[in-house]
């Protein structure tokens, strides 16, 4: 037997609508890599001693999809396990989120016609079984975004059973190790993947062939990460089959413009991008802002991939979907809201990050431990050394700001607690006129607002004080030297103000923040006033 390179405790999870062939790839390819097969549909039956049929009838469907929730709990504390589960099961998100814990998923695809012929009459099919052909057809066009969404598919469509075990084996042989997978799931039913490992750059050709895709391909970067990291996508873009062109931005904020956006659609143009080709951005949130608004432009609109190579962009730019460039008149003033077919983060591309962008990332990591992640935050609290740049931590700190976009993926609510930090930090930024950086910007606005919420007894001192020590052992600095009124001044002028009145994101504990409140004006220059120091940031 092949050696598979999937660590051993992992599940391996099949999904894809009814008749794809999970249940009989997935005992064949248990047994081929001498694993426990399990099978959510005939557990449940099992369980309940009837047909899902039956269920269906008697209890009706939500009845089962809570059986098929509570079973995905238990699954994820098992390992070692091939698991086929039930066609519905990833149609909800808390189901995709927590198999995604347990182990890699793979989605067995086949034509409405493959499928048909495998479900026959439709027997114990609860979902076609009054008329077969029309619900298959209608169920599966309403379920693709989702099921396309899942990081590998594999096309089962009149391929021999043994052949689609191999294709399986060669996809977790390839791939199945390296990656840790965050499901994002969308409101039309859809979503995309947010693939987080070391040294998994070279896995986007593979996974974007894996996609379908054939067209052309743009890749994106700026002049440093093009150095550094470009070679890797595009030899695996190339050994993919595809033509990928290297399309090369200067560094920094400026290209984060109208000029460069230009140059960029000329660039565009003169490789043959069409519209069914592929722009991914790689590098850091200027490159994925840059690129990812002129692939939601471009021939009103082509597929994008992002593979962050910053902290900052991983855990922050490259999930929810915003991108844009600046105006004259302020930053990220035009732009448009652009899912990516896929993310790529590659923690290994980090070694080569300054410090100073390492900091800048670290300020957005505490941040989403404040927002919605108190064991991260007690874990960075607890260790001696500041955490090592691991797929976990970014793993973790992804997946708040997924939890947050998941609720309001247009920025009109909850997202607003993302801005935690944030109120102070760009008034910080403009004052300073930008010398005091954005990461620095956001640690003093967090300790700003957290001694707010302790005056205003959302909180308590001890609270703020754990968020304070922990900003400075990771040497961020909590003091400014700015003048108190220009800082009020920049707050209420915000874009973010509504109706002239500055709402802040305040902290309830670790772990729990609050958006949209405001602040006694003497509160915020009191705390503004305990925070200035000749020695402060300026
Ligand atoms: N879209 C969003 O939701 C969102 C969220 C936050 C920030 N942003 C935007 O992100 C931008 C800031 O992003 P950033 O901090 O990543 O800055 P950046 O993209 O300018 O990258 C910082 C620097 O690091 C270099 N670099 C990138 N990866 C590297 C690597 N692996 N090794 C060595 N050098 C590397 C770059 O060349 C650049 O000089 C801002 O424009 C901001 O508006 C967007």
Redesign the pocket.
Known sequence: MRRLALDDHRNIILAGFMGTGKTTVGRRLAKRLGRTFLDTDRIIEERQGRTISEIFQSEGEEYFRALEKELCEEIVQQGNAVVATGGGLFLDRDNRRTMSRSGIILRLACTPEAALERIGSGRNRPKVADDPTARVKQLLAEREPMYASLPFQIDTTGCALDQVVDDIVHVLSNVGKRLNVIPVSLPDGGGYSIAVGDGILDLVGPMLRNRKFTSRVAVVA?E??AK??ADTAMESLRNSGFEPSLCVMP???QS?SHEHLLRLYGRFLEIGLDRKGVVVAI???????LAGFAAASYMRGVALVHCP??L??MV??SV?G??GVDLPQG??LVGAFKQPVFVISDTG??A???PR?VR?GMAEVIKHTVIDDADLFMRMERESEALKLTPELIRRSVAVKVRVVETDLFEAGRREVLNLGHTVGHALEQVSGYRIG?GDAVAIGLVAVARMSAKMELTSPEVSDRIETLLVRYGFPVRHNCDLNAITAAMTADKKTLAGRVRFVLVRDVGTVEPGLQVPQEIIREVLDELRDPGGAA
């Open positions: 700026d440093n990460v550094l990291h560094p920094g904020e984060k590098g850091g949130g200027v490159i994925g802002d190579t910053t900052l962009a922050d730019s929810g915003k991108t930053k990220n591309t980090l080569s990050l300054p962008e800048m954005h």
